[in-house]
């Protein structure tokens, strides 16, 4: 498989403070990869390095193949990216904003008109594509940024923090867009402090602290690795006596809900313990352990999850 964006042990130092310490990372076509981190964990200075700005003190990032030290412009050609803001002219409209980066990322002319009406209509700016930038909300900045980051038909964008200070209509918006896309076969590269802002529109996430990689994980399988049901019942404490001895951890919720550790294969034998024991059971539920929860302990514990 040919991968879209190679990260090989990327290093970078600053001074003498190690900066980014090794990251390893692959992003296949069409793949949207979130790279989350609290303030100050090495996002930015990451991807500073993935779009040329800095470069890295160890190790080699391929974009398509390309070298972005030794073959920038043909690794560089290929990318799409906002650094923590979109630049953007305030005093001239969307149109001519695109149609400055149009240039600067060579469209060619004949085809400059089509590809600008094109993007303004992937992120809803059409209606307001004449209209002077700086009489635009932050959510339609941060569209244009996109768009602008999108005419060179790059196949990755890269966008730093881009849900930053988007209200959850925003996001919403954000997300379908990114969605959108992701399924013409761009792959997307988020990073975000976030999870829970982002973890709806990632395949897969990395969790960045102090400069590496502590977790990566497909989305679907960190939101599956715990699974926990709730139980109501008549009586919690025959509930939990009807377990005890067994392998499964209970949890009393409230006076009627008892929460388990099991999978889903589980459940019919759990609720026939309860009926041997004489407990009443009015309904199960399944109570996934968020990624915010999970990111959370990680952060906290600094445990590999695997
Ligand atoms: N040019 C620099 N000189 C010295 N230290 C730097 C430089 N650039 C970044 N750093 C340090 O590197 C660390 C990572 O910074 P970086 O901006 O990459 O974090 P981040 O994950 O993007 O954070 P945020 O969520 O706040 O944007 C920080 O401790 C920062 O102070
Ligand atoms: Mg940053």
Do not use: W
């Not at 990327?10 to 692959?26: D, E, S």
């Amino acid at each position: 498989m040919s991968y879209v964006l190679e990260v090989k042990n990327v290093k970078k130092k600053i001074g003498n403070k190690l900066i980014v310490k090794g990251l390893n990372m692959t992003i296949g076509e069409g793949e949207v990869y979130g790279f989350i981190g609290p303030n100050g964990a090495g996002k930015t200075t990451t991807i500073r390095m993935l779009v040329g700005l800095i470069r890295p003190s160890e190790g080699e990032i391929l974009i398509g193949g390309h070298n972005v030290q030794s073959d920038r412009s043909n690794a560089l050609s290929q990318v799409g990216a906002i650094v923590e803001n979109p630049e953007l002219y305030g005093d001239m409209s969307g149109r001519k904003n695109l149609l400055h980066y149009a240039r600067l990322a060579r469209v060619p002319k004949k085809e400059i008109d089509t590809r600008i009406n094109e993007m303004a209509k992937l992120v809803e700016l059409d209606k307001r594509l004449d209209d002077k930038v700086r009489t635009y909300s932050l959510g339609m900045r941060q569209r244009l940024g996109i768009a602008q980051a999108l005419i060179g038909n790059p196949s990755l964008l890269i966008l730093d923090e881009p849900t930053n200070g988007l209200d959850p209509n925003g996001i919403r918006d954000f997300r379908a867009l990114i969605k959108k896309i992701s399924s013409s076969g761009i792959s997307v590269f988020i990073s975000s402090h976030l999870l829970s802002e982002i973890e709806m529109i990632c395949d897969r996430v990395a969790i960045l602290k102090e400069g590496a990689v502590v977790v990566e994980k497909q989305v679907s399988d960190l939101l599956v690795a715990e699974e926990q049901y709730d139980f109501k019942v008549d009586d919690i404490k025959r509930a939990i006596e009807a377990l005890t001895g067994t392998a499964y951890v209970t949890t009393a919720i409230d006076a009627r809900t008892v929460r388990i550790d099991v999978t889903e294969e589980n459940i019919p034998a759990i609720v026939e313990m309860f009926v041997q024991n004489g407990v009443k059971v009015y309904g199960i539920q399944v109570e996934k352990e968020t990624l915010e929860d999970k990111f959370l302990n990680i952060v906290e514990n600094l445990q590999e999850v695997n």
